[in-house]
């Protein structure tokens, strides 16, 4: 039998900090440091007790190295989620409430950073993960490509209009004009533009693509007894999900069944809402980990919230923007719009949208999915809740 961690946990404060890339005015860990203490100030909780660090994504920042500019007083867990990919942003939770659960740590910051001129060009190293000889020798080099496969198995093979891809990162930018964080502040969004942009890996225009950011994204997750009694309103980790759906391997892209066109969440679905006592329509707003705009829907079909055939009644703009729609989704802009340091934002918004903080609020939302990458050979998910 599975323990059940629903709402014994919680997020107690959150740091964000995002520059251009090439233009972060610290070296990476001098950013990370700064958010971590933004997080802390969040919570009003002093960051050398911080006692646990937990990553995704090979960041490259050892906590160790953390100590001496935090203060840290002791590390008793570290621990990162394997794999390139930002498949692993939900599964990071896991392992820190994990870690409080079962007493190994008491306060455990979970955080991702990216400074391009410290860590290299983020595409090149997830490709260090998905990329084998077969795909080398068919010219496939980049992660568009290998997403835009995908994406074109899904609009031909099971009928998703491509039209679709429109709507969600019009509902992307929509949110992320309404942003001081975004990159896309104050800009609308342009359908001409978008359509005439430039081809990055058919069928995928620049504006179907995330961005890539300097910065670093800290959150700090506590017992719920403990986020009580600290400053900001506790959003409650209620379910985590990790995994890899069976037949996932080196030649997928040769994989004539069903498997391919997913976003690979089918092997935890069943695990994230039954852990949480909910279903897709209990869930009031969705963070979605979008590297393409296609994996985005691939994301929400795999989640339960439409199918194939009637994914282009809820993929529409208008039900996906905050505060009419009826499932808000990236409210912040998310990796599109808001800006990509490999999708930490997607966690932050979480959490802000479950404060009331968000910069375009859903009225009374009490429940929050976010989900890691698509695509990526192993996925996770979580859901965040408020009483």
Known sequence: MTPNLSGLTAAAGVGYRQYKRGTAPLPERGVLVRAIVDACEDAGFDPADVDGFVSYGDDKNEPVRLMP?????AINWSAQ?????????????GIAASAILTGQARAVVVFRALVEGNSGRLSAAVMAHHLNDHMVSSGILAPAQVCAMRAQRMFEYHGVPYELCEELVRASYYHGSRNPEAVAYGKEFDTQEYRGSRIIAEPFHLFDCSRENDGAGAILLVSTEMARDLKKKPVKLLSVAQGTEAGYGDLLENDATDLYPTAGFRAIRDRLYGTAGLTPADIDVVQLYENFSAQGIASLIDHGF??????????????????????????????????????FVTAVEAVRCLRGESPNPVPNAQTCLLAGGPGAPTISSAIFGVD
């Open 81 to 93: 989620v394997w794999g390139g990919g930002g498949g692993g942003i939900a599964g990071a939770f």
């Open 306 to 343: 439409c199918t194939y055939e009637n994914v282009a009644e809820v993929v529409r703009f208008e039900n996906l923007i905050a505060p009419s729609g009826k499932l808000p989704v990236n409210t912040s802009g998310g990796n599109l719009a808001h800006g990509f340091v490999h999708g």
């Open 69 to 73: 500019d935090l203060g840290t007083k």
